[in-house]
């Protein structure tokens, strides 16, 4: 019995020319197609392929957009990320809202197909050559939630309040404390988080998705 698969993807000729490859041994069947984002959600509302291959860069909803209202909205469908994007920041996104699988565009046929296959099986696929940036990532960011860990309540909250760009005197405020108690408490932050600016404690910040741009 052939996988049923759904292609996402803006450009027709990307789209023609993985159905027309997919296709030809009879083992995958194509059927469905979808230019953007939304067309893809509401394509999803009326079939039921196997697999997704969904790309990132889409107009009305990116991939990755795409990829959270189908965890959110649980529709029952895998997920295989098909994109030119190699950036690490791409692939780790996926991977913590659920994606069954990520390859890039650059891959040859029979990686696709084994990719399409593994991800039908309910087994995940990560293109070898990501592999090994991605658990360099998922290290340092394991080290980074101790960091995090480490801090108190009141410290989570100043530092948040610093990387919005708040000043001292205004966290003061907001907070309910004084001046040198901020001055403190940021003191502490930036040994617990090992930074040695404010600049640098945002950027933390925002990497952790302790606060949303």
């Known amino acids: 019995m052939s996988i049923k698969v759904m292609i996402a993807d803006d450009h027709v000729l990307m789209r023609e020319g993985i159905k027309q490859l997919l296709e030809f041994d009879g083992s995958i069947e194509v059927i469905a197609e979808a230019a953007d984002g939304l067309e893809c959600l509401e394509c999803l509302k009326n079939i039921e392929p196997d697999v997704l291959l969904l790309d990132i860069n889409m107009p009305n909803k990116n991939g990755i957009e795409v990829l959270e209202e189908i965890k959110r909205n649980n529709i029952d469908v895998k997920v295989l990320i098909l994109t030119v994007h190699n950036e690490v920041e791409y692939l780790l996104k996926a991977v913590d809202i659920g994606v069954n699988g990520y390859i890039l565009k650059d891959s040859e046929l029979e990686e696709l197909k084994k990719a399409i296959n593994h991800v039908n099986n309910g087994e995940s696929y990560i293109q070898a050559s990501l592999i090994p940036s991605l658990n360099s990532r998922l290290v340092n960011r394991d080290v980074d939630k101790e960091k ?53 404690a945002a950027v933390f910040a925002i990497k952790n998705n302790l606060i949303q741009l």
């Open 148 to 200: 995090i860990d480490s801090l108190t309540k009141r410290e989570l909250e100043v530092l948040i309040q610093v990387a919005n760009g708040m000043f001292n005197k205004e966290i003061a405020i907001i907070l309910s404390i004084s001046e040198r108690t901020v001055k403190n408490h940021i003191s502490n932050i930036f040994k617990k988080i090992e930074v040695s600016d404010r600049t640098q």
